[in-house]
C-alpha cells in the first residue's frame, strides 16, 4: 500500500523547490510546491478507502534503522483510526494553506524558499503522524520543531523575526529534552520503543515508573503544544509569514504534543497522577491564556493567544480520559483556527501589512467576504450552539465536569472569555469607522478567499460530518456519560454572553473599554503585558543562565583554569628560566660555590640513604 | 712512633694547605703546595706506598709545581689585589664549606668507625714491581689512553703558548 | 698506640679537600686556584692510596699513578691557557674574564 | 733497637765529615786541575800546594757581610739556598760506599740506609733540587737573577728526562731499584759490570752528558756564565748563601758520579776478581805515588817543595802499607775501588771543564729535546727488548 509515498512527496517538493528553485518561475513552484501536497492529499485518501474500516492498525516495515543486540528499532509506519484523522486533517488543511499561500506570498521576496521549507515541514508533519515507533515519532518531531524555527525566521533580515525562531527552537528543544528522557526511560524500562510492544507492556510496568514516563512525556508535548511553562514561544511565532502561523501555530504542529499524548494514552491510563498533571496543566494554561487574549491589540497575537488556550482545552480533554472528544476538538480547532489566521492574513494583505486592530476598522464593506467567512469561525470557535466548535468544546467540558466539576465552571468562564475577545477583535476590526491611513484597502484574490470560504464551511459543518468521538470509539477507553443537557445550556449561554457583551462594549458604547481600562490601570497593564512572563523567564532562568555561563564557564572555567593552567606553565617556564639565568654569570667562582653545594647535598642524600639502610 | 710520624706531617700539611690558601702571593702558596706535597709524599710512605711516593716527589712536585712557579715567574704575576670582594659568596661559600667539612668528617667517623690501624710494615704492597706488573697487566688499557692524552696535552700547550708568528 | 686509624687519614683527606674548594672560590688570582685544584686531587690521592692500604690491593696506587698523570697534562694545558688569557687580557684576575669576547 | 739509632748517628756523623771536607777539596782539585790544563800551578800560596786554600775560602765565605737586599721576597731569598744543599745533601744518604763493616763487634753496612727504591729516591731528590736555583733566582728580583734562574731549571728540567731514561735502562739488566743489590749483581769481574753488558756504555754516555747538565757543569753552566749573566742565579747572594749554592752543586757533582759508579762501574767491585791481586793495585798505586813524590822532592822546582814533596810521599807509602793489613783489607779495598771509580768520574768532570767551550742555550735546549731525549728513548727501547729476548 506504500505509506511511504505519502511522505515522500513533500520530499519530493522539497528537493526540487530547495535546489532548483531559484531558476524556477512563481508558476512552476507553485505547481511542484501544491502539486506535491495535493497528490500526497489525495494518496492518503487512496489508502483510506482502500483500507476501509480499519479497525486494526495496518503497518509496513521498510528497514532496521537501529539494531544492537536486543534493542532494534525499525523504519516503520503505520495507520490506524487516529492516524487517519491525523493524516486528513495535516494533509487536508495543509494543501489548503499552500493554496491560500499562492496569493498571500506573491509579491514577497524567497518564494520558492517558503514553499521548500512548507513542503519540508509536510514531510517532517507525516513522518511524525505515521510513526509506529517513539523514536521515529521523534525525528519528525525535532523535524518539525526545525522547520518552525526556518518558516517563523523567514524574513531573516528583521531581526524581531530571527529572535523569534531562535526563540521558538530554544523552548521547543527544552520540551524535546524532556520527550528524549522519556524515550530513554521507555528504552531502559520495555527495551523497545515500538507502540505495540510499549503499550502491551505498560500495564505490567511498575506504576512510578509509567508516571515518570507520562509527566516526560507531558515535558515534551508542553513544549511542542505551547502550555504552561513552555508557551511563551507561540506569541512571537506570529513574527513568521501568516500561512505559517495558520498552518503550523495552529492546525498541525502544535497538535502534535495532543496527539503523542492521545496516542500513549495506554501509559497514562496506568498512571493517573501524571493524567491528573495534564488535565491540570491543560486548564490553567486555558483560563491563563484567555486572560491575556483579552487584552492584546495585535490581530494574531490575540489569535495566538486563543490558540493556547484551545490547546489547553484539548489537554483538558486528554487529562480527563476523554481521548476522542480531545482529538475531536483538536480537529474542529484546525478548521476554525486556521480559518481565523487565513482571514486576518488577507486583512493585513489588504491593509498591506497592517497589524494592529486600533488602525483597523469598519472593514465591512471594504472586504466582505473574509469578513463573513471570520464571522463564521468566530461563532465556531465562541461555541455558538450547533457549530462544530459547540459539539467539540462541549464534549471536552461535559467530560471535565465529570472528572472535576470545579474544571467544568473554569472551562465554562474561559469559554466565555475566548468568545469575549474572538469577538472583541472581529468588531473592532470589521465594525465601527475605519480608523487606519490606508486609503484604499483591496479585497484578496480569489485564491485566497477560496480556501476560506471551504475553512467556512468546515468550521461550521465539520463536526457532523467527522463523527469522530464514534469514529475512535474502537481504540480509546470511551466513557459512558449521561447526555446532560443543563450543563450543556450553561456552557452556550457563557459563549452567547461572551458575544453580546463583546457587541456592546466595541459596537455599541466604544467609549467602555477604555473607561474600563483606564479604572483598572494595574491589572490591564498586567495582562497587556502578558503577565511580565517573557520579564520573569528572562531574569529567571535567561539572565543567571547566560551570566552564570559567562562567569563560571567562560571567564571561571575556560579563561581561569584552562587558559591560566597553559599560560602559568609557561610563564612558571619563564621565571625559573629567569631565576636559572642568574646562574650564567660568567663568573668561575659562582660556578665554584654552586658545585660545592651540589657536593653538600650530594653527601648529605648519600648520608641520609647511608643512614637509613645501615 | 707511627703516630708522632702520622701527626707531625699531617700537621705540616694542614697548616702548608692553609698557607696556599691564605698567602696572597701565588709564588708562596707554590711553595707551601710544594710542601703539602712533600707531607703527603711521607704519608705515602706511612701508608706502604713507595712508587707513589717516589712518583709524587717526581712528577707532582718535581714536574707539575716547576710549572706552575714557571709560569708564576713568567707572567711575573704579582700580590692578588683585594677588591671586589663579593660579601654574597664568602656569605654563601663559608658555610657550604663548613658543612661541606663537617659532613664529610662525620661520614667517615660514622662510615669507618672500625677502620684497620695503619703501620709502617702493614701493607708492602706499594713496590713498584707490583706497580709494574698491574700497571701491564689489569690496566694496559688506561695507560694506553694516559699516554695518548700526555700526547695530547703537549700538542695543546705548545700550540696555546707559541708566539704568533706574525 | 702505634697504630693510626685509617679514619684519620681520610679526616685529613677531607679537611685538604675542603682548604682545596676554599681556596678555589675564594681566591681571585687564577693561578691559585689551579693550585687549589691541585690541592684537591692531591687529597683525593691521600683517600685512594688509604682505601688500598685497606683492601691491601695496589689498586688503588693505580688510581693515584693515573691521577697524577692526567694532573700534569691538565697543568701543561691550563697554565698555556692562563698564559695566552694573560697575553690577551692583560689580568689573572678571574673576575674580569668572565666573557668570551676579547 | 737503640743500637740501630747509634749505628746510624755514628754512620751519619762519619759521612757528613767526610763529604763536607771531600766538598772543599774537591773545588781545591779543581782549581788545581783546570790552573794545570791551563798550564799555570794553580792555589799553591795557602799551606803546601794551596792545600789549605779550601779552608781559607770556607773562613771567608763565613767572614763575609750577610748583606740581604731590601728588595728581595725575604723569606725566599733565605729559603733558596738552604733548600737547594739539602736536597743535594740528602742523596748522598743512600749511596752504599762499601760492604759490610765490622767495628766493635757490630756489623753494619757501609751505606747510611738501604731504600728498596733507592734510585727513585735519587731520582726525586735531583728533580726537587730545581726549586732552589729556580726561587733563588726568581726571589733576588733582578733581571739577570730571574733570567739565569729561569735558564738554569728549564735545562735541569729538560736533561733530567734522558738522565732517568739512562738509569732505567741499566735497571732492567740487574733489574732491582736498591742500590745495595744493584752493585751485588755486578759482582764477579770487569765483564759483569753493566758498562759492558750489551750496548750499555751508550746508556753510561747519556748519563754523564745528562749528569754534566743536571749539576749545570761546564758545557751547560751557560746560566751562570760569567760574560752573559753576571752570576745567574745567585748574583744577589753573598757569603755562607753564596757558599751554600757552591756546596749544592759540588754535591750534586759527586751524587752524580757515585750514581754512574754505582749504575754502570759495579760501584765498589774490583775489575778482576781478588784471587787474581786486584788486591795489590792500590798498593801498588800509592807506593808509586809516594816514590815518585819522593824522588820529586830531592831537585823540587821550587824552593819550598823540597819539604812538602818528601812529606806526601811518605804519606803515601803508609797509605799504601796500610792497604796491605789484612785486617782492614776486607772494608778497605771496596772503599777504594768505589772511591777510585768516582774519582776518575769527578776528574772527567773538572777535565771536561777544562777543555770544552760554553753551549749557547738555544743549541743546549735543542741538543737535549733533538738528540739526547729520542737516543735515550731508543736506547731504553732496545735495551728492554733484548732483556726480555734473553730472559
Known amino acids: ?614 | 712512633m707511627d703516630v708522632i710520624l702520622f701527626l707531625v706531617f699531617a700537621i705540616i700539611a694542614v697548616l702548608a694547605a692553609i698557607n696556599v690558601v691564605v698567602q696572597t702571593h701565588p709564588i708562596a702558596s707554590a711553595v707551601s703546595l710544594i710542601g703539602v706535597m712533600g707531607s703527603l709524599a711521607v704519608l705515602y710512605l706511612l701508608l706502604g706506598a713507595e712508587f707513589i711516593a717516589a712518583a709524587q716527589v717526581i712528577v707532582y712536585a718535581g714536574a707539575v709545581m716547576v710549572l706552575f712557579v714557571f709560569v708564576i715567574m713568567l707572567l711575573n704575576a704579582g700580590a692578588e689585589v683585594r677588591k671586589g670582594r663579593s660579601f654574597m659568596a664568602s656569605l654563601l661559600g663559608a658555610p657550604v664549606l663548613i658543612a661541606l667539612l663537617a659532613l664529610l668528617a662525620w661520614f667517615v667517623e660514622r662510615i669507618y668507625p672500625e677502620s684497620v690501624g695503619v703501620h709502617f710494615g702493614g701493607f708492602t704492597g706499594g713496590g713498584p714491581e707490583a706497580i709494574g706488573r698491574a700497571l701491564f697487566t689489569t690496566y694496559l688499557l688506561p695507560f694506553e689512553i694516559t699516554s695518548i692524552l700526555v700526547l695530547i696535552a703537549i700538542l695543546g700547550a705548545v700550540v696555546l703558548a707559541r708566539k704568533e708568528i706574525d | 698506640m702505634t697504630q693510626v686509624p685509617a679514619s684519620w687519614f681520610l679526616t685529613l683527606s677531607a679537611v685538604l679537600f675542603v682548604l682545596g674548594v676554599a681556596g678555589f672560590i675564594f681566591r681571585r688570582s687564577v693561578i691559585t686556584m689551579f693550585m687549589s685544584i691541585e690541592l684537591m686531587l692531591n687529597a683525593v690521592n691521600l683517600t685512594f692510596v688509604t682505601f688500598s692500604y685497606e683492601l691491601k690491593q695496589v689498586d688503588g696506587h693505580l688510581f693515584v699513578f693515573f691521577v697524577m698523570v692526567v694532573a700534569a697534562a691538565e697543568a701543561a694545558v691550563g697554565l698555556a691557557i692562563i698564559l695566552t688569557v694573560y697575553k690577551s687580557r692583560a689580568t689573572l684576575n678571574i673576575d674580569e674574564v668572565n666573557s668570551m669576547k676579547n | 733497637m737503640d743500637s740501630f739509632i747509634v749505628i746510624s748517628l755514628i754512620k751519619t756523623f762519619v759521612i757528613f765529615a767526610v763529604l763536607m771536607t771531600t766538598l772543599a777539596y774537591l773545588q781545591w782539585v779543581e782549581r788545581k786541575v783546570i790552573a794545570h790544563i791551563q798550564v799555570r800551578p794553580g792555589p799553591y800560596r795557602v799551606g803546601p800546594h794551596g792545600l789549605l786554600q779550601p779552608l781559607a775560602d770556607v773562613i771567608k765565605l763565613i767572614t763575609k757581610e750577610d748583606l740581604v737586599p731590601p728588595y728581595v721576597n725575604k723569606p725566599l731569598y733565605l729559603f733558596a739556598p738552604f733548600f737547594a744543599i739539602t736536597m743535594a745533601l740528602l742523596s748522598i744518604s743512600v749511596i752504599p760506599f762499601g760492604p759490610t763493616i765490622e767495628v766493635a763487634g757490630y756489623r753494619t753496612w757501609m751505606q747510611l740506609t738501604d731504600l728498596n727504591i733507592g734510585v727513585l729516591f735519587i731520582l726525586a731528590v735531583s728533580s726537587m733540587g730545581v726549586y732552589g736555583i729556580a726561587l733563588a733566582g726568581w726571589a733576588s728580583n733582578n733581571k739577570y737573577a730571574l733570567l739565569g734562574g729561569l735558564r738554569s731549571s728549564a735545562q735541569m728540567i729538560s736533561y733530567e728526562l734522558p738522565l732517568s731514561m739512562a738509569i732505567a735502562s741499566p735497571l732492567l739488566i740487574s733489574n732491582t731499584l736498591s742500590l745495595r743489590r744493584l752493585v751485588g749483581t755486578q759482582a764477579g769481574n770487569l765483564w759483569h759490570w753493566n758498562l759492558f753488558h750489551g750496548w750499555q756504555y751508550v746508556s753510561f754516555i747519556i748519563f754523564l752528558i745528562a749528569g754534566f747538565a743536571e749539576t749545570n757543569r761546564v758545557p751547560f753552566d751557560l746560566p751562570e756564565a760569567e760574560n752573559e749573566l753576571v752570576a745567574g742565579f745567585h748574583t744577589e747572594y753573598s757569603s755562607m748563601k753564596f757558599a751554600s749554592f757552591f756546596m749544592a752543586e759540588y754535591a750534586n757533582m759527586i751524587t752524580v758520579s757515585c750514581m754512574a759508579t754505582l749504575l754502570f762501574l759495579g760501584g765498589w767491585v774490583p775489575p778482576w776478581p781478588a784471587e787474581y791481586g786486584s788486591s795489590f793495585v792500590p798498593v801498588i798505586l800509592f807506593a808509586g805515588a809516594g816514590i815518585i813524590a819522593l824522588m820529586h822532592g830531592l831537585n823540587p822546582a821550587r824552593k819550598r817543595d823540597r819539604y812538602t814533596l818528601p812529606a806526601f810521599g811518605v804519606i803515601f807509602l803508609i797509605i799504601a802499607a796500610v792497604f796491605l793489613l789484612p785486617i782492614v783489607q776486607s772494608w778497605l779495598l771496596p772503599l777504594f775501588w768505589f772511591l777510585a771509580k768516582t774519582g776518575a768520574i769527578l776528574f772527567a768532570f773538572i777535565w771536561v771543564r777544562g777543555t770544552l767551550p760554553r753551549f749557547r742555550y738555544d743549541q743546549l735546549m735543542g741538543f737535549t729535546w733533538k738528540f739526547l731525549f729520542p737516543t735515550a728513548v731508543l736506547n731504553l727501547l732496545a735495551t728492554a727488548l733484548v732483556v726480555a729476548l734473553v730472559s
Open chain 1, 1 to 614: 500500500m506504500q505509506l511511504w509515498l505519502i511522505p515522500l512527496l513533500p520530499l519530493a517538493g522539497f528537493t526540487i523547490n530547495g535546489l532548483f528553485g531559484r531558476r524556477f518561475s512563481k508558476g512552476v513552484v507553485n505547481a511542484v510546491a501544491v502539486g506535491s501536497v495535493l497528490l500526497s492529499f489525495a494518496w492518503v485518501l487512496k489508502t483510506l478507502i482502500a483500507l476501509g474500516v480499519l479497525n486494526t492498525a495496518y503497518s509496513e516495515h521498510y528497514f532496521t534503522w537501529i539494531q544492537s543486540d536486543a534493542f532494534s528499532v525499525g523504519c516503520d509506519m503505520s495507520v490506524d483510526r487516529l492516524t487517519a484523522i491525523m493524516l486528513l486533517v495535516v494533509t487536508g488543511i495543509g494543501s489548503l494553506i499552500h493554496i491560500y499561500s499562492i496569493g498571500y506570498m506573491a509579491h514577497e521576496g524567497g518564494y520558492y524558499r517558503f514553499f521548500a521549507y512548507m513542503n519540508l515541514f509536510m514531510f517532517f508533519m507525516l513522518v511524525l503522524v505515521l510513526a509506529s515507533n517513539y523514536l521515529l515519532l521523534f525525528v519528525g518531531w525535532e523535524g518539525v520543531g526545525l522547520c518552525s524555527y526556518l518558516l517563523i525566521g523567514f524574513y531573516f533580515d528583521k531581526k524581531f523575526a530571527t529572535d523569534a525562531g531562535n526563540k521558538a527552537f530554544i523552548v521547543n528543544r527544552i520540551g524535546d529534552f524532556g520527550f528524549s528522557l522519556a524515550i530513554f526511560y521507555m528504552v531502559r524500562q520495555f527495551g523497545t520503543l515500538d507502540f505495540g510492544t510499549v503499550f502491551s507492556k505498560a500495564p505490567a510496568a511498575p506504576e512510578s515508573a509509567l508516571t515518570i514516563i507520562g509527566l516526560l512525556l507531558l515535558l515534551g508535548a508542553a513544549g511542542k503544544s505551547a502550555q504552561i511553562p513552555l508557551y511563551v514561544w507561540l506569541p512571537d511565532a506570529m513574527a513568521g509569514p501568516t500561512p505559517v502561523s495558520a498552518l503550523i501555530h495552529a492546525a498541525t504542529m502544535v497538535t502534535a504534543g495532543v496527539y503523542m499524548t492521545a496516542r500513549s494514552f495506554a501509559i497514562y491510563t496506568h498512571a493517573p497522577m501524571a493524567m491528573e498533571a495534564i488535565a491540570v496543566i491543560g486548564i490553567a494554561t486555558a483560563f491563563f491564556a484567555a486572560t491575556i487574549g483579552m487584552a492584546q491589540n495585535d490581530i494574531k497575537k490575540v489569535f495566538a493567544y486563543s490558540t493556547v488556550s484551545q490547546l489547553g482545552y484539548m489537554f483538558v480533554g486528554v487529562g480527563v480520559g476523554a481521548f476522542s472528544a480531545g482529538i475531536y476538538h483538536l480537529m474542529t480547532h484546525a478548521f476554525f483556527k486556521a480559518l481565523l489566521f487565513l482571514g486576518s492574513g488577507s486583512v493585513i494583505h489588504a491593509l498591506s501589512g497592517e497589524q494592529d486592530m486600533r488602525q483597523m476598522g469598519g472593514m465591512r464593506g471594504k472586504i466582505p467576504w473574509t469578513c463573513w467567512t471570520m464571522f463564521c469561525a468566530s461563532l465556531a470557535i465562541s461555541g455558538f450552539p450547533f457549530t462544530s466548535g459547540f459539539l467539540s468544546k462541549d464534549a471536552i467540558l461535559l467530560a471535565a465536569n465529570h472528572h472535576a466539576p470545579w474544571m467544568y465552571w473554569v472551562g465554562t468562564i474561559t469559554a466565555g472569555m475566548t468568545a469575549f475577545y474572538v469577538f472583541r477583535a472581529f468588531f473592532m476590526t470589521f465594525f465601527g469607522d475605519y480608523r487606519g491611513h490606508e486609503h484604499h484597502p483591496h479585497e484578496s484574490p480569489p485564491v485566497m478567499l477560496v480556501p476560506l470560504v471551504i475553512l467556512a464551511g468546515l468550521s461550521l459543518a465539520g463536526g457532523y460530518l467527522f463523527k469522530v468521538p464514534e469514529f475512535l470509539g474502537t481504540i480509546f477507553p470511551t466513557l459512558e456519560m449521561p447526555e446532560d443537557f443543563g450543563l450543556m445550556a450553561i456552557a452556550s449561554g457563557a459563549g452567547l454572553l461572551g458575544i453580546l457583551l463583546a457587541y456592546v462594549m466595541y459596537v455599541a458604547r466604544p467609549g467602555i473599554p477604555d473607561a474600563i481600562a483606564s479604572n483598572l490601570r494595574g491589572l490591564y497593564t498586567l495582562v497587556y503585558n502578558k503577565y511580565f512572563v517573557d520579564e520573569i523567564y528572562d531574569a529567571a532562568v535567561v539572565k543567571p543562565v547566560v551570566g552564570g555561563s559567562r562567569l563560571l564557564l567562560w571567564k571561571g572555567m575556560d579563561a581561569g583554569i584552562i587558559d591560566g593552567m597553559v599560560n602559568g606553565v609557561g610563564a612558571r617556564a619563564k621565571s625559573i628560566g629567569g631565576a636559572l639565568r642568574m646562574l650564567q654569570s660568567g663568573n668561575a667562582r659562582s660556578y665554584a660555590t654552586w658545585v660545592a653545594f651540589g657536593g653538600v647535598l650530594v653527601i648529605v642524600a648519600l648520608g641520609v640513604a647511608e643512614g637509613v639502610t645501615r
